[in-house]
């Protein structure tokens, strides 16, 4: 299986910070990497995907890039409602793997 | 907009099998290029994928559940269905499920989910 790590687990940051998170993959996805955006007891979001895709009606504040190995979740600005949990994942090969997310947390 | 609710108990007893149903709105199983996904994610851990299915029933599996998870689909009743068997303490989770979009000249992705349900296994 393809093994996802995203650092930092956590971080804490104001409204208005510029927030960056990192997912590096164990083997080269292409730009097969998707992100999501979750708070307790909410359906997950897709924020992300093919790496820097925004989804439809996703704020332009949030940014993804990268390919190969290494990608980014950027938020350009952190609003209020940003304070969640955010995963990236892979789909370039089954089984499907995620990282093991990043909390975002008021500073 | 595709709407997603997952049902099913919220015990289950070990060596048991966990059911669970998710209800897709409106005449979403006519996509195309949908599949229909399952979902876990157990206390303080990751999100893990358990498999995906088509509307002809071809099935998709993560080789980890070893077989005991098997996922089918009722079009007529717009829902799909997990079952995993000889469920342990290590099978409770939220378990949600998910369209997966398969678009030409992208990657798939999971575009709408539902909220999400509790399943404990305890005795």
């Known amino acids: 299986d393809i093994q996802m790590t995203q650092s930092p687990s956590s971080l804490s940051a104001s409204v208005g910070e510029r927030v960056t998170i990192t997912c590096r993959a164990s083997?080269?996805?292409?730009?097969?990497l998707n992100w999501y955006q979750h708070k307790p007891g909410k359906a997950p979001k897709l924020l992300i995907y093919?790496?820097?895709n925004l989804q439809s009606a996703v704020p332009s504040r949030f940014s993804g890039s990268g390919s190969g190995t290494e990608f980014t979740l950027t938020i350009s600005s952190l609003q209020p409602e940003d304070f969640a949990t955010y995963s990236c994942?892979?789909?370039?090969?089954?089984?499907?793997?995620f990282g093991q997310g990043t909390q975002v947390e008021v500073k | 907009q595709v709407q997603l609710q997952e049902s099913g108990p919220g015990l289950v007893k070990p060596s048991e099998t966990l059911s669970l149903t998710c209800i897709v709105s409106?005449?979403?199983?006519?996509?195309?290029?949908?599949?229909w996904s399952w979902f876990r994610q157990p206390p303080g851990k990751g999100l893990e994928w358990i498999g995906s299915?088509?509307?002809?029933?071809?099935?998709i599996n993560n080789p980890s559940l070893k077989s005991r998870a098997s996922i089918s689909i009722d079009t007529s009743k717009n829902q799909f269905s997990l079952k995993v068997n000889s469920v342990t303490a290590a099978d409770t989770a939220v378990y949600y499920c998910?369209?997966?979009?398969?678009?030409?000249?992208?990657?798939?992705?999971?575009?709408?989910w539902g909220h999400g349900t509790l399943v404990t296994v305890s005795s």
């Open positions: 998910a369209s997966e979009a398969r678009v030409r000249g992208t990657g798939p992705f999971h575009d709408f």
């Open positions: 409106n005449d979403s199983f006519s996509r195309v290029n949908y599949f």
């Open positions: 299915i088509y509307s002809t029933g071809d099935t």
């Open positions: 083997q080269r996805i292409s730009t097969l």
């Open positions: 093919d790496a820097s």
């Open positions: 994942q892979q789909t370039f090969t089954s089984p499907y793997t």
